[in-house]
């Protein structure tokens, strides 16, 4: 814990000071064009890989970057959806799966949940990507695993799509969703290619190669 107020400490005296006006501005008020949604995971950290500033962003984080389908009783996803999309009206959604996650190696190798009662719960929520992913050869656990990463990205992104906010927003062409896998080793990312169905290199990736704006 040390470590972490000392780099606050830092921040207040070194950083702080060099980029005050940024934060005179956000003080008053936030204008993120896009929702970040990924995996709670220490090495997922969605303003470094993307080289956004404070302000950029609005994020959700939990274990697995799952989104809940709408429901009578929404949750604190849902919630943080709705704000995003028709408060902040963001113009883009990225759902943000990453390599070695933790939460889908459990749901690809079946391991045994039952101390930790929440996290099988909640990984319920991507019961449709586990059933797709098993359907499909495996040639070891990797695999599975990678499979599991890739199929959860597409069910969140379907989970969302349930959400009145996202509906209206898509039907009215204000919202772009975006599935995106990290892969921690190379630090690389590659995208869904939604018309294909099929993950590519986000460099490669036709959103990649859109004028900003457009
Ligand atoms: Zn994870």
Not at 54 to 68: E, K, S, T, Y
Not at 163 to 187: C, F, K, M, N, R
Request: charged share 20%; aromatic share 6%.
């Amino acid at each position: 814990m040390q470590d972490i107020i000392a780099g606050f400490l830092r921040f207040q005296a070194e950083v702080f000071p060099s980029r005050k006006q940024l934060f005179k501005e956000l003080a008053k008020s936030q204008t993120p064009k896009a929702l970040f949604i990924s995996c709670s995971d220490s090495r997922m950290v969605p303003e470094l890989v993307t080289q956004r500033e404070p302000g950029d962003l609005f994020v959700i984080r939990n274990a697995g970057n799952i989104v809940p389908s709408f429901g009578p009783e929404p949750g604190g996803v849902s919630a943080t959806v709705e704000f995003a999309v028709s408060a902040l009206k963001v113009s883009d959604i990225v759902i943000c799966g990453h390599s070695d996650c933790g939460a889908m190696k459990a749901i690809a190798t079946c391991a045994c949940l039952d101390t930790m009662p929440a996290v099988k719960t909640w990984l319920r929520y991507a019961d449709a990507a586990r059933m797709i992913n098993e359907a499909k050869p495996h040639a070891d656990e990797r695999s599975r695993v990678d499979g599991m990463v890739r199929e959860n990205v597409v069910a969140q992104l379907n989970n969302l799509r349930t959400h009145p906010s996202v509906a209206l927003a898509l039907a009215q062409g204000t919202l772009t969703l975006h599935g995106w896998v990290y892969d921690i080793e190379s630090g690389s990312i590659d995208a869904l290619d939604m018309e294909a169905n099929r993950f590519v290199p986000l460099a490669s990736h036709a959103a990649a190669r859109r004028p900003e704006g457009a």
